[in-house]
């Protein structure tokens, strides 16, 4: 293990560029928990979705529409679609095993992914976000405002979210719906559409992440795979069903992949992420549920 | 009972005829293709063990065929001490390698549950390809490793493919078979209860950790055991041989093909051999119809075809193609299939 | 004029048949039940009438034909407490009776207060996840959750089942007190047919899918072949 030598500059640093880096797959963690809350399904087509609505943005933002103007109409482009796709795609397997549904979302995910490659084409694009990039000093740490941007409307979101889950009635119908559709049906919720909005509203997320990521990592069709795979890592770490905990966990997981790569030197960068999944284990080995999910009681 | 047992006993007579028949209609190349598709068969016989018996998915067992690889090229080429062994003596050594691996991982398991275990298994799958390039001595990072070319044992007149053919299928009937007595077996039984219902399986004095624990072991070792003739068919393992997709791929086929029938599964090993490596014809086939105009070369147009089937396909039949054959022709099925 | 009419209401599970034709009657206030063995369909009824079991035959409900569809017929006013009590135990208690008001507007704090009134042990668990309370609680607040919605009609499957007889006579006074304060109809399956006909003013007795007896309590306790099979003497 070669630690390298260390100033606190630099290790401000780097926790900026991992809370950057996490607040970057919280934004999917939390359309995935979305998800999976409201349906009890993983999206495994989460990321190609989000990739696909933000090209949709990059072409209107080539028409001549500013960011904030495009913003908006994606997103109802977005709520609309994922409403859809649960209606068409997934609620004639509603019922069937949970592997004939993982099935699905993947054949969705390769369907997207093709189509976008096909519409759009697979070079790199520039995506130009609605912040700035001009660096502010922040306590001596060069930190961009576009960083700052980025961290703070997931925050914003997971807030939004929560307070919808928590206190409105329709959160709590697509809560319940989720955990005993069964009796959502008799006590006069309509299951079939609480799963539509479920997608719909994670369908807004993943858009608005993609349109959050895009300015950084530039835009192509295979954007979105690599963030997946940690924004999944993120959820499981802060647990599936809770949104904080997908907050959390993204900025735990950018954080520590950060820091591992820089400060434990024989991982390099191939063995950041193993390292990382290997400490998400040891987390549930403790917190089966993750940090913040909801144990499920049940009573024999 | 009786009659259902002489039935899968002549089913298997019939197909171990056909498969030792088969090579002497059939080109070389095409023996080479049905093998391939017999070592897919292999590890979805396993992962029917995990998934279907025990009730556990696993997105991560591309992995455990990539440690049956890597055990049976390192054995083969480094060898113990500098004496290279034997590449058959290597298969049953890389099953025990990778089995011992998904008790490993098993063990630990037993605390997750559903998706919580699928999410953590496809992180292996994830970091597992990372080993080689890291370990680049031992393992040969991204070029990989070259193995010796197989070759039929001295005397024996038959061609390298069909030789290969001939130990894949020879060896995957012998799994089918120490399946078909896992499954009803006492531990069998006790894996079926675990998947059924854990708690009614748990109060009846079923040891659930020891026979999920198991179930993982079991199904790793299968996994490793086609993963070791993968690299012996293959002569060179690199971690591209045994990429992300490929756990993507087994689950795809365990769930087309089916979880509890035998022709599921073939069919689903032939469906993973088809992913793996026809990819562009299917575009070629669609052209044939009259509505689409499309160009097969065109980046996409693939991945779009195989997602459209994929939810075509779970849509009409979400219990596989092995649960239609099942509805279609039930008396004739083996012990695998029944639900009892 | 009956609040629930069933005429010839047949049901099936796949294959197999579970109600041949069963016909039936609730009036306004009244508390019905529907008694039998296991298997005779006293649970399949119930389900037709929520709309929770494909069913064929007529079902008409305040004078209007009812929908098939269990969200529907909630809002129709029925409330169906189903076998096991139906509750979202990952759900607080007090996050379980605000569903109970799911198609109504209005304030939830009024109406959780008369709930209270009848269930105080269900405040004093308000934020207690439901599954963590005991048998007799939950038989409470599925209660609770029903009357949150005010229906014109309860139907209770086995309320008794795995209760204390003392947590059941609590349970029947309060039903009794929901006839008499605020007019709902209950149509109770039960096992405990003695229980049963003590509260209820007429009942029906289910055998393999089909009514063979029907009538009075006092005429039900008076017929001997029912006295034998279901009250025991």
Same mark, same amino acid.
């Given at each position: 293990m070669v630690v390298a030598a260390f100033t606190w500059t630099e290790f401000a640093q780097q926790l900026a560029a991992g809370i950057r880096e996490g607040a970057i797959y919280a934004g999917l963690a939390l359309a995935i928990v979305i998800i999976y809350r409201s349906t009890r399904v993983i999206n495994f087509a989460q990321g190609e979705m989000a990739t696909f609505t933000t090209f949709i943005a990059w072409s209107l933002m080539n028409h001549g529409l500013s960011f904030w103007t495009a913003f908006p109409i994606v997103l109802a482009i977005a709520f609309t679609g994922g409403v859809a796709i649960e209606r068409i795609v997934i609620r004639p397997v509603e019922d069937a095993p949970v592997l004939t549904i993982v099935i699905v979302t993947l054949g969705l995910a390769l369907l997207l992914n093709g189509l976008t490659s096909v519409i759009w084409g697979g070079a790199n694009r520039q995506f130009h976000g609605p912040f700035s990039t001009r660096t502010i000093d922040v306590a001596g740490v060069p930190v961009s405002v576009q960083d700052i941007g980025i961290v703070l409307v997931s925050i914003g979101l997971v807030a939004v979210l929560a307070l919808f889950f928590r206190f409105t009635k329709v959160g709590l119908a697509l809560r319940a719906a989720a955990v005993n559709p069964d009796s959502s049906r008799l006590v006069g919720i309509r299951v079939g559409w609480t799963f539509a909005l479920g997608w719909g509203i994670a369908a807004v997320l993943g858009a608005v992440a993609g349109m959050m990521i895009a300015p950084v +990592? %530039?835009?192509?069709?295979?954007?979105m795979q690599t963030i997946l795979l940690y924004a999944f890592a993120a959820a499981v770490l802060g647990g599936l069903d809770s949104p904080l905990g997908a907050v959390v966990g993204g900025i735990l997981l950018g954080v520590t992949i950060t820091l591992l790569g820089r400060y +434990?030197? %024989?991982?390099?960068?191939?063995?950041k992420l193993p390292a990382a999944l290997m400490l998400i284990f040891i987390v549930l080995l403790v917190r089966p549920s993750g940090l913040f999910g909801r144990v499920a009681v049940r009573r024999v | 009972m009786r009659s259902r047992l002489w039935i899968g006993l002549a089913g298997f007579a019939v197909l171990a005829l056909v498969i030792a028949a088969l090579p002497r209609f059939i080109s070389d190349f095409r023996a080479r293709e049905l093998a391939i598709v017999g070592m897919y068969f292999i590890a979805l016989l396993g992962l029917s063990v995990l998934t @279907?018996?025990? @009730?556990q998915i696993s997105l991560g067992h591309g992995a455990f065929m990539a440690i049956g690889g890597y055990t049976t090229a390192v054995l083969s080429v480094d060898g113990i001490y500098g004496h290279q062994i034997r590449d058959l003596w290597t298969i049953p050594i890389a099953g025990m390698v990778a089995g011992v691996a998904g008790l490993l991982v098993g063990l630990p398991a037993l605390r997750l549950s559903g998706l919580y275990l699928a999410l953590i298994t496809f992180g292996i799958a994830v970091s597992l390809p990372q080993l080689p390039k890291k370990f680049d001595q031992f393992l @040969?990072? !991204? !070029?990989g490793k070259i193995l010796n070319l197989a070759k039929p044992p001295f005397?024996?007149? !038959?061609t390298a493919n069909n030789w290969i053919y001939y130990i894949t299928w020879g060896i995957a009937l012998v799994l089918l078979v120490a399946a078909w007595l896992l499954v009803g077996s006492k531990a069998g039984r006790a894996l079926k209860a675990v998947r059924d219902s854990e708690v009614a399986a748990t109060s009846s004095g079923v040891s659930l950790a020891t026979y999920k624990t198991l179930a993982f072991g079991i199904s790793a070792f299968y996994a490793g055991i086609a993963g070791s003739l993968y690299a012996i068919a293959n002569a060179y393992v690199n971690p591209d041989v045994f990429p992300i997709i490929l756990s993507v791929y087994l689950v795809v086929g365990l769930a087309v093909g089916g979880l509890e029938s035998l022709v599921g599964l073939i069919a689903g090993a032939g469906l993973i051999y088809f992913l793996q490596n026809h990819a562009d014809s299917v575009a070629g086939w669609i052209?044939?119809?009259?509505v689409f105009n499309l160009?097969?070369?065109?980046?996409g147009i693939p991945s779009m075809i195989f997602g459209v089937v994929l939810i075509v396909v779970m849509l009409l039949v979400p219990t596989g193609v092995g649960g239609l054959v099942r509805r279609a022709f039930g008396p004739l099925t083996s012990r695998l299939y029944t639900r009892s | 004029m009956s609040l629930l009419e069933l005429h010839g209401v047949e049901a099936r599970y796949g294959p197999v048949k579970a109600l041949h034709g069963v016909s039936l009657q609730v009036a306004d206030g009244e508390m019905v039940a529907v008694l039998g063995a296991n298997g005779a369909g006293k649970t399949t009824t119930l389900r037709a009438i929520s709309g929770t079991v494909r069913r064929s035959g007529e079902v008409v409900f305040a004078g209007k034909k009812l929908s098939r569809r269990p969200d529907s017929t909630a809002r129709a006013g029925i409330a169906h407490v189903p076998e096991g009590r139906g &509750?979202? =135990?990952?759900?607080?208690v007090w996050e379980n009776l605000r569903l109970g008001a799911y198609t109504r507007r209005v304030n939830l704090k009024q109406e959780a207060q008369r709930v209270y009134k009848f269930f105080p042990r269900l405040e004093e668990r308000?934020?207690?996840?439901? =599954? &963590?309370?005991?048998g007799g609680e939950q038989q409470m607040l599925a209660l609770g959750r029903a009357m949150m919605a005010r229906p014109k009609l309860l139907l209770l499957d086995e309320?008794?089942? =795995?209760?204390?007889p003392i947590v059941v006579g609590q349970i029947f006074a309060v039903l009794e007190r929901m006839k008499s304060d605020e007019g709902i109809s209950v149509l109770v399956v039960e096992q405990n047919a003695s229980l049963a006909l003590a509260h209820a003013a007429r009942a029906y007795v289910l055998e393999v899918g089909n009514v063979v007896v029907e009538g009075t309590s006092d005429e039900l306790r008076a017929n001997e072949a029912v006295r034998k099979s279901y009250l025991g003497y």
């Open positions: +990592v %530039f835009l192509d069709p295979n954007m +434990v030197g %024989f991982l390099g960068s191939t063995l | @279907g018996y025990s @009730g @040969g990072g !991204t !070029t005397g024996l007149a !038959t052209n044939h119809l009259p160009d097969p070369k065109q980046p | &509750t979202f =135990g990952e759900l607080s308000r934020d207690q996840q439901a =599954g &963590t309370l005991s309320p008794s089942l =795995g209760l204390a």
